[in-house]
């Protein structure tokens, strides 16, 4: 198995590198990329590519012949995402057919195995039920929009031959996460209170909110898995990787609080409050649980004490 990762130097890729080692045994290349290059702790060697350089991704699918590739590469936050909305489409959407189309030329046995995003269901979680894969796609954001247009262009493209997995992650979580999501912008804050360097106070966005979240490891898992059994999978099958519970914000919060050693109040702040925000976001991922044995491994508790220990560890190197 040689399994190509784009996007490999964000967040979770360091957690699909352990995973596919963990998961898919010992006769296993993995070819980690990224658009920086450069050597990474658990990465090794991090090779250059831009998914939106077309001539580029051609070239990397004839030399390394991967496969498996494992589209991480995407715009991660949405608030970047909405800022630059040219960008995200550039690189969600010509990037994913990039990838997809070179596999097509070079290397037509390769599965890809796309990871897209829950948020692609958008208005349909206004139901109030856990969303499976047949739920409508109704994405209400750049980020969504972009993320939905490429699960759907490459479905079409499975029609011509392409072996592609599609994923839609939920929320998840773990040591690595930068600012721009909720769980760590919620511990640094915590962090730095507790070493000083910020006033006794949280500010926060909505907290009413309920979220699908699970540790960034089981979601790696997931993909991992998929990797291993997608010979005997359908090609543009489609897998909700999902906890399928439903957490509140503030909840998240307060198992947070509660592992600080300082009192800390919180204060609403307008800037953090997004007007879409949908009630309540959760998956159905029983799909995922029966054609690929996967299931949740670590508590959600672990994940977020997890984070909050890396937080500590890096306001205090700073």
Known sequence: MRVLITGARGFVGPYVHEALH??????????????????????????????????????????HKPTHVIHLAAVAALGAAQADPEN???????????????????APGCWLIYVGSGL??????????????????????????????????????????????????????????TEAFAVPAFAMQIARIEAGLAPPVIRVGNLDA??????????????ARVALNSDGLVPNTIFNVASGISWRMGDILDQLLARSSVKIVTEQDPLRLRPSDLP??????????TRLGWVPEHPFEEALAAVLKDCRARVAQA
Not at 88 to 106: F, M, P, S
Not at 280 to 289: E, K, L, M, N, P
């Open 22 to 63: 963990s998961i898919c045994g010992r006769d296993l290349t993995v070819i980690a990329t990224s658009k920086d290059a450069g050597p990474h702790p658990v990465l090794g060697q991090i090779l250059a590519l831009d998914v939106t350089d077309k001539v580029a991704v051609h070239e990397a699918i004839a030399r």
């Open 88 to 106: 995200t489409w550039r690189i969600h959407v010509q990037g994913a057919l990039n990838v997809a189309h070179a596999i097509l030329d070079e």
């Open 120 to 177: 692609v269901y958008g208005e349909s979680a206004k139901a109030g039920q856990p969303l499976d894969e047949n739920a409508l796609l109704a994405p209400m954001d750049d980020y969504a929009v972009t993320k939905a247009a490429a699960d759907l262009a490459l479905g079409a493209l499975s029609r011509d031959g392409l072996k592609c997995i599609r994923l839609r992650p939920f929320n998840h979580t773990g040591p690595g996460q």
């Open 210 to 223: 309920h979220r699908d979240f699970l540790d960034a490891r089981d979601v790696s898992s997931a993909y």
């Open 280 to 289: 309540c976001i959760v998956g159905d991922a029983t799909r995922a649980r």
